[in-house]
């Protein structure tokens, strides 16, 4: 079947045709509302690439799980798509991983990465008097912050990092207008908040041959993993990409003796590892590497951050050994379109 790729406008002109409401007053419920149908519409089109305003280019199964509403618990099985129910659930799993690094005193710190949606709304739906202040968008899918609050109640800790990217928004371009990931800026704000929670620790202090780094600012022409699949292809967008390099000029490599772990997906190789992820030196990865002053380790998939990411991280067979933080970092839209939340023993006692 040829793949149909329908704008806002036009899908809110079908709307009107068809009785859809059209919504003149901006609310969170009438957001939400407004990116339900969306949904349903361009599933029924079979069409995964969303067209918003201005270029800006969102992707099906993330507004799938920004509409799926409470994803742990009971309601896991209800709105996960993983077609094995017990592995719906997130909250077992993430806990599971903590209790397996706890026992050897490494620290956990879980970095869900914001929807584009959540971020830039107004450039997924169409209507009057849509916010872009802080306070008026924090609003906007609150069960992801009733589901971090539960975590931190069982001890994990989480770094969300929406309130920041809001903060930021209109200074910086947190999001790749054609690409489902964030930005290099994006990593480099995360990168921040992550070395402001990391702090002066102990065993940071002792980590030998500490480094200064050097930070760059080019323009890269990328055309995203969203306008690649438009027929045809979107032309380029252009970037501010911030390079971090050695005093040599070089990128910096993953040190798998880092006492810090970089787990997840691929938000943690683009801008990092070249080609298709579109640069090098710009990602997460390399502005931590700035951020704390020595390389960090990384484990990181293309695809599902959840439990492949984890099994990968099991292959190496090392008990983790030397770490002393795992940084999990994962797009939100992992907890109920990924490919499913199994336990994986990471650590295995006796080894």
């Not at 702090?199 to 022409?221: E, H, P």
């Not at 070089?250 to 003796?257: D, F, S």
């Amino acid at each position: 079947m040829k793949k149909i790729n329908i704008t806002i406008s036009q899908l809110f002109t079908i709307g009107w045709l068809i009785g859809i409401t059209i919504h003149s007053t901006w609310s969170a419920d009438s957001f939400h509302q407004q990116v339900e149908e969306i949904v349903q519409r361009s599933t029924d089109n079979q069409q995964t690439t969303i067209i918003g305003r201005e270029g800006w280019l969102f992707f099906l199964p993330e507004l799938q799980h920004l509409v799926a509403g409470p994803f742990w618990g009971e309601n896991a099985k209800k709105v996960s798509n993983i077609s094995n129910p017990d592995y719906a659930d997130p909250l077992p799993a993430i806990l599971d991983f903590k209790a397996q690094l706890d026992s050897v005193d490494i620290d956990l710190l879980l970095v869900p990465v914001p929807a584009k949606a959540t971020i830039y709304p107004e450039m997924l739906v169409t209507g009057t008097d849509i916010p872009t202040k802080r306070t008026e968008l924090v609003s906007l899918f609150g069960q992801h912050r009733q589901f971090y609050r539960l975590l931190r109640q069982k001890g994990v800790q989480v770094l969300d990092l929406t309130e920041v990217f809001l903060d930021h928004r209109s200074r910086h371009q947190i999001y790749c207008r054609q690409d489902t990931h964030w930005s290099s800026q994006a990593c480099l704000l995360a990168a921040k908040e992550i070395g402001r929670i990391v702090g002066n620790s102990d065993w940071r202090k002792q980590v030998i041959g500490q480094a200064s780094y050097r930070l760059s600012t080019v323009q890269v022409g990328i055309v995203g993993d969203l306008g690649v699949s438009l027929s045809p292809a979107n032309d380029k967008e252009v970037l501010t990409v911030t390079v971090v390099s050695q005093d040599n000029g070089t990128t910096i490599k993953p040190w798998r003796e880092s006492p810090v772990l970089l787990l997840g997906d691929s938000h943690n190789l683009v801008f990092h590892a070249g080609g298709d992820m579109h640069a090098q030196g710009a990602g997460l990865a390399d502005h931590l590497a700035h951020q704390l002053g020595f390389p960090i380790d990384l484990v990181a998939v293309r695809g599902s951050g959840a439990t492949p990411a984890r099994l990968s991280l099991f292959r190496r067979r090392d008990n983790l050994a030397g770490k002393r933080l795992v940084i999990w970092c994962f797009t939100v839209r992992e907890f109920t379109e990924g490919q499913g939340w199994r336990k994986v023993p990471v650590i295995r006692p006796g080894r």
